[in-house]
Each structure stands twice: as C-alpha cells, then as structure tokens.
C-alpha cells in the first residue's frame, strides 16, 4: 500500500510534471554534455600545447649543443650528449638523427645503432618542414612525434625526430574525463533536485484545477480551487472560479427556461390536440367556402359574358333594325301617298321577312356559341378562333377594328370547344378595351397561331396602350382589373389562366411590346384526353 505522504508527493506527478522535468533534465544533460564537447578539445590542445613546446626546446638544446659534433661527424659526443638528455628527461623514448649524407643515428634507453639514411623513417619533405602529433606504432603503442629540419647557416643538414612518451598525456586526458563526470554527476546532483520542485511547483496547481474541472464537467458545479499566488496561475485560478459561478447561475437560468418551455409544450401540445380535433371540420369548411367562391366566380363570369353576348346582339341587331325600320315607313308613305300596291307590298313584307329571320339567326348563333358543354373533344383550333371572332364582329366594325387572323386550319386541339372559344372572346374583348383606350386612329387586333414541337403557339396581340409594369404581375389575379368603375370584373382572365393551364394543360402568359400587348397561349397537340 502507497504511504500517504509518497501518494501527496506523487499527486502532481502527471503527464505534464514529467514534461516539465524531462525537459529540464534533457536541457541539464545538453548543458553538461555541451560542456564536455567544449572543454575536452581545448585541454587536448593545451596538453598537445604542452608536448610540442617540450619537443621544440629539446630538439633546439640538442642540435644547439651537438652543432659542432655533427659538423664534423663526431657521432660519440652526438651519442654521449643524447643519452645524458634521455637519462635527465624520462619522457622522451628515442631521438633520431638522419643526415642529408652518411648513416643515420637512432638513440634509445636502451641503447643507440647507426642505420642507413633509405632505412630510416624519414619522408623527403621532412628535410624542409616541421611536423608534429600523436602517432601509433607497429606495435599500437601511442606516442607523439616531433620532426624538425636541422639547418646550419641556411644550409639543410638533416632532419631530427624525437619521440615522447604519450603516458603523461593520457593520464591528464583520462584525469579530465574524470572530472567532468564527477562535475556533471555533481550538477546533476544539485540542479536535479530544483528541477524537481521547480516542475512541482509549476505543475501541482495546474493539475489541481485539472481535476477541479474534471468534476465540473461531471456536474459538480459548487467545485472551487484556493491557489494564492500573485502570477498567471494564480490569475487562472480566480478566473476558473469566475466561470463556474457563472456555470451555476447559467445552469439555474436554464432550468427555469426548460421549465417554461416544458409549460409551453405542454400547452402548445394541448392546442394541437384541439386543432386536430377540429381539423376535419375546418377543412371541410374551407373546401366548401372554396367551392362557394368558385361558383360565385363562374356565376360572375357567366354574367359578364351575358353581358358580351347582349352587347354583341345589340350590335348584330342595330344594322337589321334600322333596314326594318326603313321597311315599314316606306310602306306608311307608300300608304299615305297611294302609291301602295300588291306587288310593293308584298316585298316590302318578303324585305322584312328577311330582316327578321336575320335576327333570329344571329340569336340562334350566339346561343349555339353560349351553349354550356362539360364533354372534351378534339375540336378545329381555326374553327373555335372563328366562332369567337365571329360574336364580336359587330362591335369592332361599329368602333372601326380592323381584326386579322393567320391560322392554319388543320390544327386538331383537344378539350372543351365552348371553354376555349370563351378564352379567346375574353382575349378579344380586352384586345379591344385596350386599342379603344388608347384612341388608336388605326385600331388593330392580330391573332397569330403557329405549330411547334408538339405545341401550338396562339398569339393575341394589339396595338393598345400595353401594360402598366407596375401591376402587370397581378393581371390574372381574381377581381383585379384596370379598366374604370362598372366597366371591368377582374375576372375575366383569372378564368382564362384557369382553363388554358388547369383544363387544358397549356400555359397564359402576358408578353409586353414595343406598340402593345401581346397575351399568349401555349398548348400541347393531342388527340386524347391529357393528364396531369
């Protein structure tokens, strides 16, 4: 079982504690190892220093001492003299001397031999310059070698070459390396253990708000942290205590709105229910208040064509009444003056004949045109265009109108005839208000009907006052009309939209133009009953 003051030590020992420390450790062990790279080479090259300075006096003392002796090949003064320096410097392990001429001269500790110049060591630019450093024998014994030329009054006598024993040096290099590991082992030693409070001093508090907010985020929302410093952390402490506070008030706001919104639902959900309950009977109202407006609209639209139809009598009649009128004064003054006779009367009585059965027969017409009809049939589209030209014939020769048509006579449409004859009626009949408000001197009314790609394209144009951009959005809107008070129902094309697009399947479309108006109806060619 963890002591309880190991498990107090241990409490901050997070992932955090461990990067914190690690990386205080890893900049410690650089630091040292910087250290070490830095300060090894230098005191290489301080003792290196060292032995080639050693080298250089020595090698001056002997060429000094044995100038004389080598210049006259006096070898026993050259040998005596070397031995004496070896004996008096333990350090130096052989000198050699190899003349430019002559046999060279290796002297040792343990004794000297003379050698032929090709046999010893030497390389041809050791003549003329001066080499040094550490090199290892056949043997692998490490030594450091100093090589000088030997001149006399400028002139290349030889070369020298002294060897050193490298013990001494190794013992100084292996004496470094100790104590730059009992400096490192002391530092870390030392600055470890600050490291440690140091990493435990910045992370204890950051793991104690860490835990503080784990249990916030479990719900504990009274969960607060005491860290008295006057740092950073100190100042996220307040701050973390700041913002649970306003986690709780937040918290109680939001239960008081879920319980509102809970009275809410529940009466909204009481409302729904009631509107379900009584869903069926509104829709079953509005569907018959739907119906009721329909047929008030076809009533209305029935009038207004009655009202057309009465309109268009009266003009078919005015030419036949004012000829019967003529009839019958002629025979009043034929009667008055004596000059009536059977022959003159009897066709005064066959002129009036013919009047009258005239009349009747623009009666019979305009009712075989108004005759209701709910049965669709394939129906001439020239011959239904005729029929309504036909109705208004009078009235646009009494306002002089000139009315042209360019159909092709074979095109075979399929639907209601009387429904499609009483769209392009009311098409006229508003071609016409139109050129007569706009007080054309040439008043003009086109119907253009062309075949397409199984379609056929009616055009209703006019040379009339055109429409107003303002409303012309709202023209097929039911009870709009821009026509004055009393002239106008506003329901004419709203019911031809309605059949051209819902009982014929084709499209109505206002088009504006440069000099007029343009209404447009586009319908598809069958010869069988279109579905939707």
Not at 122 to 138: F, L, M, Q, R, W
Not at 239 to 268: G, H, P, Y
Not at 322 to 334: D, E, G, P, Y
Not at 373 to 399: C, P, Y
Request: net charge negative.
């Amino acid at each position: 079982m963890t002591p309880p003051w190991l498990s107090v030590r241990l409490l901050p020992a997070n992932r955090m504690f461990f990067r914190v420390f690690g990386v205080f450790g890893s900049l410690l062990l650089a630091m040292t190892i910087l250290y070490g790279l830095l300060i090894i080479p230098l005191q290489r090259d301080s003792l290196l220093k060292v032995l080639y300075s050693q080298a250089t006096t020595v090698s001056r003392s002997i060429i000094q001492a044995s100038s004389d002796a080598m210049l006259t090949d006096d070898f026993g003064f050259v040998v005596e003299h070397n031995l004496q320096v070896l004996q008096n410097n333990k350090s130096i392990q052989s000198v050699l001397i190899v003349p430019r001429r002559g046999s060279a001269l290796s002297i040792a500790t343990s004794g000297w031999e003379m050698l032929q110049t090709a046999a010893a060591p030497i390389k041809p630019a050791d003549y003329d310059v001066e080499s040094y450093g550490i090199v290892t024998s056949p043997e692998g014994n490490a030594r450091y070698r100093y090589i000088t030329p030997i001149r006399f009054s400028g002139v290349s006598w030889g070369v020298m070459q002294i060897d050193f024993d490298t013990s001494e040096y190794e013992a100084n290099i292996d004496e470094m390396y100790r104590q730059i590991a009992y400096i490192s082992l002391f530092t870390l030693l030392a600055i470890l253990p600050i490291g440690y409070f140091f990493a435990l001093w910045l992370t204890r508090p950051i793991a104690t708000i860490s835990q503080a907010a784990s249990r916030v985020a479990s719900g504990e929302l009274d969960t607060h942290v005491k860290i008295d410093r006057n740092d950073e952390i100190g100042d996220l402490s307040h701050s973390f205590n700041q913002m649970v506070q306003a986690l709780a008030e937040n918290r109680r706001q939001l239960e008081n709105v879920n319980l509102d919104l809970e009275i809410k639902v529940t009466e909204r959900t009481q409302e729904l229910d009631e509107l379900n309950r009584t869903l069926d009977q509104r829709v079953r109202d509005e569907v018959s208040k739907r119906k009721e407006q329909e047929q008030l609209l076809i009533h209305q639209s029935r009038l207004a064509a009655m009202g057309e139809m009465i309109g268009a009598i009266a003009h078919q009649w005015r030419q036949p009444l004012n000829a019967l009128s003529l009839v019958t004064q002629n025979m009043q003054m034929q009667y008055l003056t004596g000059q009536q006779t059977e022959e003159s009367m009897r066709a005064l009585q066959d002129k009036a004949q013919q009047l009258i059965q005239r009349m009747s027969q623009t009666i019979d017409e305009f009712r075989n045109f108004f005759k209701p009809s709910k049965h669709s049939e394939t129906f001439n589209l020239a011959q239904a265009i005729q029929a309504a030209a036909d109705i208004l014939e009078g009235m646009f020769k009494n306002h002089n109108i000139e009315l042209g048509m360019d159909c092709p006579s074979d095109i075979e449409l399929y639907g209601i005839p009387g429904e499609f004859s009483q769209v392009i009626l009311n098409l006229l009949g508003n071609a016409r208000d139109a050129v007569l408000t706009a007080n054309q001197p040439q008043p003009k009314i086109f119907i253009r009907a062309s075949l397409g790609q199984n379609q056929v394209q009616i055009d209703v144009e006019d040379n009339g006052t055109g429409f107003d951009p303002n409303t012309m959005h709202k023209i097929f809107e039911p009870y709009f009309t821009t026509k004055e008070e009393g002239k106008g129902t506003g329901i004419g094309l709203y019911m031809s939209k309605t059949i051209v697009e819902n009982n014929m399947h084709g499209n109505l479309e206002a088009i504006s133009m440069a000099n007029g108006a343009c209404m447009r109806i586009t319908l598809p060619i069958k010869t069988s009953p279109v579905t939707g």
